[in-house]
């Protein structure tokens, strides 16, 4: 498939904040709408959109002022994930939080258990909007219900897909990449060894989610006890028990020692590692498509992650994040919120957002919608996130994962993981490492919430 122009969004890396994440534990974009309207009641939304993402975050907001004469949402970008948290929680401790926050899938325990939050379907029904709720994505929605609604409102949903340079594939004499992990392994090596590119692989910024937890879900092991603390706060990590998992990272450490894996440096980010040519492929989310579309001079394409040898792949999990609904507002506000969030919600709505940023629609309906459209058939790899996400039935080592304080958690991960690609640690023992520091952070944060 050759490149294409498109409107889309680079998603900034998912760079996680740690100590955001402990310290809620009690808890930019211009002014959009018509200014002239100044009798309109504001309706204040705290984001972390930023560059091209903010363009289209803006557009949203305008389409919904001007949709409407009775409130006005106010965006403000407020940085990435962990800054717009650390900014919620000071201004929460004074009185002067939003009405609502985009916070990321990571955080949801976190904002859940902060005392802080109305249930978005709460705020719907009281307000009079009649949202399907099992028309969300299962994946998407499974993610934030609790007993059988979703706390938050999915809002920028992703998940990782296999970015390839079709070029690099056809010279060393490959159609495609392998569905396996072992044929990958071959194709990759065979590109080393006649040449074809400089590296055939960048490391992706966030590993940890797509070639560590997305790999763990999609070969169906469980990362954790409790359904990956989907069953209760009692829940500790057992990823370091997978051979899978260790044999995952075993590979990744071979892979760059052998050249074959490369990490980002010298002022290039990943995503430009496989745009410029230099690097064969790229394991990244479908938000991507925006920086691909427009950087790769080549003919390129993507397809599904790889599976082990003899395992039927599961579902992979969710990224992005979600709109949450604070307290200590007033009546009117809320109306406005409710009245936003079910714009959002529209199958209209949602396939404007998907088609302007590379976030998969959160409802079937929407889904449906761009499919009737003939969307898919003019851009194919948009539609291999939707595919993989709702493949099978999610089990409890699929459905995503729901760790107190996951940030710092995964934060510990990396720098252990870190240690594997120095060759201070092996594989099974920065992953023990990794398990048992993380248990106690999950000890810490099940003490501080199991009474509420």
């Not at 219900?145 to 060393?172: C, E, Q, R």
């Not at 999990?317 to 919120?337: N, P, R």
């Not at 409802?363 to 595919?387: C, M, V, W």
Request: charged share 20%; net charge neutral; glycine share 10%.
């Amino acid at each position: 498939m050759t490149a294409k122009s498109s409107i889309g969004v680079r998603v900034g890396r998912r760079i996680r904040s740690f100590a955001a994440g402990a310290a809620l534990v009690t808890l930019g974009l211009a002014n959009s709408g018509d200014a002239s309207a100044a009798n309109r009641v504001k309706i204040e939304w705290w984001n972390a959109a930023g560059g091209r993402l903010a363009e289209i975050t803006n557009k949203l907001i305008a389409d919904f002022n001007a949709s409407q004469d009775k409130y006005e949402v106010v965006g403000i970008g407020k940085g990435n994930y962990e800054e717009t948290m650390a900014a919620m929680v000071a201004a929460y401790r004074v009185h002067q939080q939003p009405v609502l926050i985009q916070a990321a899938e990571r955080g949801f325990l976190t904002m859940y258990n902060s005392g802080a939050i109305i249930p978005v379907p709460e705020l719907m029904e009281k307000e009079g909007y009649k949202i399907d709720w099992n028309d969300f994505l299962a994946p998407v929605a499974g993610f934030y219900l609790v007993d059988g609604k979703p706390a938050a409102m999915p809002f920028n949903s992703s998940t990782p897909i296999f970015w390839y340079n079709a070029d690099h594939f056809k010279a060393a004499g490959f159609d495609k990449p392998g569905e396996t992990w072992q044929e990958l392994d071959k194709q990759l090596g065979a590109m080393k060894e006649k040449g074809v590119s400089k590296c055939q692989m960048a490391l992706a910024n966030d590993f940890y989610w797509s070639l560590i937890e997305n790999y763990a879900a999609i070969q169906d092991q469980p990362y954790g006890t409790k359904a990956n603390g989907f069953g209760g706060l009692d829940t500790e990590f057992t990823f370091n028990k997978s051979p899978l998992v260790v044999s995952q990272v075993a590979r990744l450490k071979t892979w760059l020692d052998a050249g074959i894996l490369q990490i980002a440096g010298q002022g290039l980010s990943p995503d430009q590692l496989f745009t410029s040519g230099t690097c064969s492929t790229y394991v990244a989310s479908t938000a991507a498509h925006a920086a691909v579309e427009s950087g790769a001079k080549f003919n390129w394409s993507a397809t599904f992650l790889p599976h082990e040898e003899g395992i039927e792949p599961k579902n992979s999990t969710i990224g992005g994040g979600a709109l949450w609904v604070l307290k200590g507002k007033s009546e009117e506000e809320y109306a406005g919120a409710a009245a936003f969030l079910n714009f959002l919600a529209s199958p209209k709505t949602q396939v404007w957002w998907s088609k302007q940023t590379g976030y998969v629609p959160v409802t079937n309906a929407a889904y449906e919608q761009a499919k009737s459209e003939g969307y898919f058939k003019d851009h194919p790899t948009r539609e291999i996130a939707i595919l993989q996400l709702t493949r099978g039935t999610p089990t409890d080592n699929s459905r995503g994962f729901r760790f107190g304080n996951h940030n710092q958690s995964m934060a510990l991960l990396v720098e252990e993981i870190q240690a594997v690609w120095t060759g201070q640690k092996t594989p099974q023992q920065a992953l023990d490492a990794a398990a048992a520091r993380g248990n106690q952070i999950l000890r810490q944060y099940e003490q501080l919430h199991a009474a509420k």
